[in-house]
């Protein structure tokens, strides 16, 4: 299964995107699956991070069981680029 990398956006370091625009640029940033699990619904940023290399995004849910929505994107995401 390829290697699954969840990014938030809001760090407090620095922004996701900069993480993202760096795994994206290594040699085997391609083979890293990378997921937005972010509070930010805004289109624009869904449009900007998937355009610059993301796989999925998820907007954290206030319940858990739409939470575990996650868990159904990370298996798509495992089983369909093997």
Do not use: C, W
Not at 26 to 51: F, N, Y
Not at 60 to 69: A, G, V
């Amino acid at each position: 299964a390829p290697p699954i990398m969840l990014l938030d956006l809001q760090l407090p370091q620095r922004d996701g995107r900069d993480i993202l625009e760096r795994v994206k640029s290594m040699p085997e940033g391609a083979a890293i699956r990378v997921v937005i699990v972010t509070s930010s619904k805004h289109p624009a940023d869904q449009r900007e991070t998937l355009a610059m290399g993301a796989d999925a995004y998820f907007v954290k849910p206030y319940h858990l069981n739409e939470f575990m929505q996650l868990g159904d994107i990370i298996k798509q995401l495992t089983v369909h680029h093997n």
